[in-house]
């Protein structure tokens, strides 16, 4: 089929097509650069309200009608929110993909916002809310976002707080989607067995009408470092993320995101890499546990997660620590061509994911104002040396860890990782 269609209109929307045959369902979806990192302090967690406020009604569809004009074409819509961005998508037959753009600008440009859905939907987040705070593995990603970023809007949480959410009104998210929701910060795109052209074309038409506006451009947080811990009743296990800052997406190269990726890999990805032999396999110190990079607009980081036994922590951590001290020193050969196989599938099956590939083109766009190709990507991961994913290593630990501890948390257990961690640094 052809090769990917491209076009930047005069607002700025950027429309983006990728035809592929091996598909036998289209994907369209509509990726905003709004997200809770772009929040005031004041009204954190408004890009998750809007982001299901927005399905609640337009200028011309009540709740229903938006739900059963897509039902009625056998197609799935959803959305979800992140700190950088908020998307929306259609998925169904290839030749409706024109329709999904069309119901998308829709809902992107005419959300009427009805008072009478907001005080309905509020209930809904708030239970949402609940289930995030019994939460400790969220409750611990969090924390680490606060250890690792401080006050800066990047730490804030895509779901926001109780308070926050209770208090928003409509005119809020109006003002809000007035000021986010403009052409630099939006990118629309397809992917499956669809026509490139003919969709641009919809796309341009479905979307011509957006106002234009500046790129929603976060400044870069400062790494602060630190240990937080909570204790959370009812919980019996330790839930700890550990790890520090990478390279942000808008400041990285492909070649700097396959390092960092193929550093996490080397480190913990599947049953025979380092951390998962060493800590459950062999020394059944943590249950689950699993490194990744990840990197977004403004910031990045490494992570590894772990969950044990309140009374296997400190050994956990210090295993955990011993590996990555490990890793900064040398990266074994046998592990790094494991890593790379293991991400170069995974890059090919992204091919089978249209919403992956819609979301690395529109994630692309945002942050390096052009797509970066397939092969490019691969291309990158097997020409990653040894020495710059032992690099990372090296930066992570000479920048300090972040720790962050909830469930169960044994007494003292904050200032035991404190102690351990400074002298790390060291």
């Not at 009104?169 to 989607?177: A, H, K, N, P, S």
Request: glycine fraction near 8%; charged fraction near 25%.
């Amino acid at each position: 089929m052809p090769s990917t269609v491209t076009e930047t209109l005069p607002n700025g929307v950027r429309i983006v097509a990728l035809p592929t045959s091996a598909l036998a369902t289209a994907t369209v979806a509509v990726f905003i650069r709004s997200g809770s990192a772009h929040e005031p302090k004041l009204i954190n967690g408004i890009s998750h309200v809007v982001e299901h406020m927005l399905f609640k009604g337009t200028a011309t569809r009540d709740a229903r009608r938006i739900n059963l004009d897509a039902e009625s074409l056998g197609a799935d819509v959803n959305a979800h929110t992140d700190r950088d961005h908020t998307a929306f998508y259609m998925r169904g037959l290839p030749e409706h993909s024109g329709e999904f753009a069309r119901m998308l600008a829709d809902l992107v440009l005419q959300p009427s916002f009805p008072d009478d859905e907001l005080q309905r939907e509020r209930q809904v987040l708030l239970q949402e809310l609940t289930e995030d705070e019994d939460d400790p593995v969220s409750s611990a990603y969090k924390l680490f976002d606060a250890a690792c970023w401080g006050l800066h809007p990047a730490a804030m949480p895509v779901i926001g707080s109780r308070a926050r959410v209770e208090r928003l009104t409509r005119d809020d998210l109006v003002q809000y989607v007035k000021a986010q929701y403009r052409g630099g910060n939006v990118v629309v795109g397809a992917a499956g067995p669809i026509d490139g052209d003919a969709f641009v074309r919809e796309g341009a038409a479905a979307f011509g009408a957006l106002p234009a506006g500046a790129p929603n451009v976060i400044a870069a947080p400062a790494y602060v470092g630190g240990v937080r811990t909570r204790s959370q009743a009812g919980s019996s296990q330790s839930h700890a993320v550990l790890g520090g800052v990478i390279a942000p997406r808008s400041q990285a190269s492909v070649h700097d995101e396959a390092a960092a990726a193929l550093a996490a890999a080397v480190l913990g990805e599947g049953m025979s890499s380092p951390l998962l032999h060493e800590l459950r396999e062999q020394r059944a110190l943590a249950y689950h546990v699993s490194a990744s990079a990840e990197a977004m607009d403004m910031c990045g980081q490494f992570i590894i997660e772990a969950s044990m036994a309140p009374e296997r922590f400190d050994e956990c951590l210090q295993a955990v620590l011993a590996l990555l001290t490990q890793h900064a020193e040398r990266i074994d050969a046998q592990d790094l061509a494991r890593a790379r196989r293991q991400l170069a599938v995974r890059r090919l099956r992204t091919l089978e994911k249209p919403l992956r590939q819609i979301e690395d083109a529109a994630l692309d766009l945002f942050s390096h104002g052009r797509l970066r190709t397939h092969e490019e990507r691969l291309a990158a991961l097997e020409g990653a040396s040894s020495e710059a994913v032992r690099g990372v290593f090296e930066r992570l630990l000479g920048a300090g860890l972040s720790l962050a501890l909830t469930g169960s948390v044994k007494r003292a257990a904050g200032q035991r990782a404190r102690d351990v961690l400074a002298a790390v640094r060291a």
